[in-house]
């Protein structure tokens, strides 16, 4: 039973260029999570999808945006890159909000030069 | 909103010792706790989960956390460590409601000694 998969594994970009996370959640999961893990902190929490809908936003700025499509799979999108933005992206999924605890994947490390 | 502290960012320990990685949250609401162990360079793996029921939670690899509501910790013990428990863990909390995001705290990393 395949986990969560998250491509791709690393990345690296240019500051002010726009960037695509992808996240297929584990079988029968139906809610994404995004999660911003910067060097030797704890992971924040982004945002979640569940029903293609965007249902809670952390304290994250307008540049960071996503998708989920009807296969529940996922996209971060994160435009207008800044070197601050250089950190490992997890994503999580759960067999709807609340229901036990969620599976993250293994992540993107996006690297902003 | 919810917080979460862990105290300690780094516990070194000797091999086949007993470890205690401390954890503390803060919430206005009813919470379920998590948690997390990260190895170098990979994603976060499930420990351990307290969602209902028995205040004490085990894992399949030996670590316990005890969930006390009046001093609103939920640590985290093992009895005896091994060289692979090495790594990063992070507790963390949500709500019982809404979007049951985590709010994680900022990682203890435990280093076996041999």
């Known amino acids: 039973d395949a986990g969560v998969t998250q491509s791709p594994t690393h990345l690296i970009k240019t500051r002010g260029q726009q960037v695509t996370l992808r996240c297929s959640p584990k079988?029968?999961?139906?809610?994404v999570s995004w999660y911003q893990q910067a060097l030797g902190q704890g992971p924040q929490f982004i945002f979640q999808?569940?029903?293609?809908?965007?249902?809670q936003r952390g304290n994250f700025p307008d540049r960071f945006s996503g998708h989920q499509f009807p296969n529940y799979s996922s996209e971060l999108n994160v435009n207008a890159l800044l070197l601050g933005d250089s950190a490992l992206y997890l994503c999580?999924?759960?067999?709807?909000?609340?229901?036990?605890?969620?599976?993250f994947g293994s992540g993107t490390r996006l690297t902003v030069v | 909103a919810q917080s979460v502290t862990q105290l300690d960012s780094q516990v070194p320990v000797f091999e086949e010792a007993p470890v205690e990685l401390r954890c503390n949250y803060s919430s206005s609401v009813s919470v379920y706790l998590f948690w997390y162990v990260q190895y170098p360079n990979q994603g976060l793996q499930l420990l351990l989960k307290?969602?209902?029921?028995?205040?004490l939670v085990e894992s399949i690899n030996g670590f316990e956390a005890e969930f006390n509501k009046s001093q609103t910790s939920f640590h985290l013990r093992k009895p005896s460590v091994h060289i692979s428990d090495t790594a990063e863990y992070f507790c963390?909390?949500?709500?019982?409601?809404?979007?049951?995001?985590?709010?994680f705290g900022t990682g203890t990393r435990l280093k076996v000694l041999a």
């Open positions: 307290y969602l209902s029921g028995s205040t």
């Open positions: 079988s029968g999961h139906d809610t």
């Open positions: 963390a909390v949500s709500g019982t409601s809404g979007t049951y995001k985590y709010i």
């Open positions: 999808y569940y029903e293609e809908e965007e249902r």
């Open positions: 999580a999924s759960s067999l709807a909000p609340g229901q036990g605890a969620y599976t």
